[in-house]
């Protein structure tokens, strides 16, 4: 059970533009940045969103990151079929004195 | 571009040791934190510890998972890193991964190097 809690599905069309949530605490997304990792099964983690809202060189801008409060959110605007894949919210825990990711979420491309 | 590469993964029994590495090209480490994250078979991601750079004098920190058992140690010289897994248990079977988490670029991860603790 992580500490941050990421909807375990998500779906959408090719077109659509679809938003995942990643709900923590005071000590967690309340007081430090927020990054978005999208990873392909068999591969190592591709981070599309540094500090809360901002892009990596090379991450197309239809990734886009947002927090408000204790959540954050990662929005994805003209869904694609290499979207088809999981998607990690991680940040640094002030309670736990470390790093925690989200349990992950599929995003299903129909 | 900045690659990283681990190596010593392998098969072993519960209660046994084993010992990682990082090893870093393009990069001046002492600069970077270096952050181990693991993913068992199926299952997300898990931020195991982190050893900060020279301006945070090294420090370490690590998951309540691991703590005490697992030892995180660099040498900036060599641009490496090292992940000393004691007292391994069926549960610490994944993929390890380093990462350069925070960098200006971005992050950076290596291709992940695969722990089996089983008898």
Same mark, same amino acid.
């Given at each position: 059970?992580?500490?941050?809690?990421?909807?375990?599905?998500?779906?959408?069309?090719?077109?659509?533009?679809?938003?995942?949530?990643?709900?923590?605490?005071?000590?967690?997304?309340?007081?430090?940045?927020?990054?978005?990792?999208?990873?392909?099964?068999?591969?190592?983690?591709?981070?599309?969103?540094?500090?809360?809202?901002?892009?990596?060189?090379?991450?197309?801008?239809?990734?886009?990151?947002?927090?408000?409060?204790?959540?954050?959110?990662?929005?994805?605007?003209?869904?694609?079929?290499?979207?088809?894949?999981?998607?990690?919210?991680?940040?640094?825990?002030?309670?736990?004195?470390?790093?925690?990711?989200?349990?992950?979420?599929?995003?299903?491309?129909? | 571009?900045?690659?990283?590469? #681990?190596?010593? @993964?392998?098969?072993?029994?519960?209660?046994? *040791?084993?010992?990682?590495?990082? !090893? %870093? /090209?393009?990069?001046?480490?002492?600069?970077?934190?270096?952050?181990?994250?693991?993913?068992?078979?199926?299952?997300?991601? #898990?931020?195991? @510890?982190?050893?900060?750079?020279?301006?945070? *004098?090294?420090?370490?920190?690590? !998951? %309540? /998972?691991?703590?005490?058992?697992?030892?995180?140690?660099?040498?900036?010289?060599?641009?490496?890193?090292?992940?000393?897994?004691?007292?391994?248990?069926?549960?610490?079977?994944?993929?390890?991964?380093?990462?350069?988490?925070? !960098?200006?670029?971005?992050?950076?991860?290596?291709?992940?190097?695969?722990?089996?603790?089983?008898?």
């Amino acid at each position: 059970q992580s500490v941050l809690t990421q909807p375990p599905s998500a779906s959408g069309t090719p077109g659509q533009r679809v938003t995942i949530s990643c709900s923590g605490s005071s000590s967690n997304i309340g007081s430090r940045d927020v990054y978005w990792y999208q990873q392909v099964p068999g591969t190592a983690p591709k981070l599309l969103i540094q500090r809360n809202n901002q892009r990596p060189s090379g991450v197309p801008d239809r990734f886009s990151g947002s927090k408000s409060g204790t959540s954050a959110s990662l929005a994805i605007s003209g869904l694609r079929s290499e979207d088809d894949t999981y998607y990690y919210c991680a940040v640094w825990d002030d309670s736990l004195s470390g790093r925690v990711f989200g349990g992950g979420t599929k995003l299903t491309v129909l | 571009e900045v690659q990283l590469v #681990e190596s010593g @993964g392998g098969l072993v029994q519960p209660g046994q *040791s084993l010992r990682l590495s990082c !090893a %870093a /090209s393009a990069v001046s480490f002492s600069d970077f934190y270096i952050d181990w994250v693991r993913q068992a078979p199926g299952k997300g991601l #898990e931020w195991v @510890g982190r050893t900060r750079n020279k301006a945070k *004098s090294h420090t370490t920190a690590y !998951a %309540a /998972s691991v703590k005490g058992r697992f030892t995180i140690s660099r040498d900036d010289s060599k641009n490496s890193v090292n992940l000393q897994m004691n007292s391994l248990r069926t549960e610490d079977t994944a993929v390890y991964y380093c990462t350069i988490p925070y !960098a200006t670029w971005g992050d950076s991860w290596g291709q992940g190097t695969l722990v089996t603790v089983s008898s």
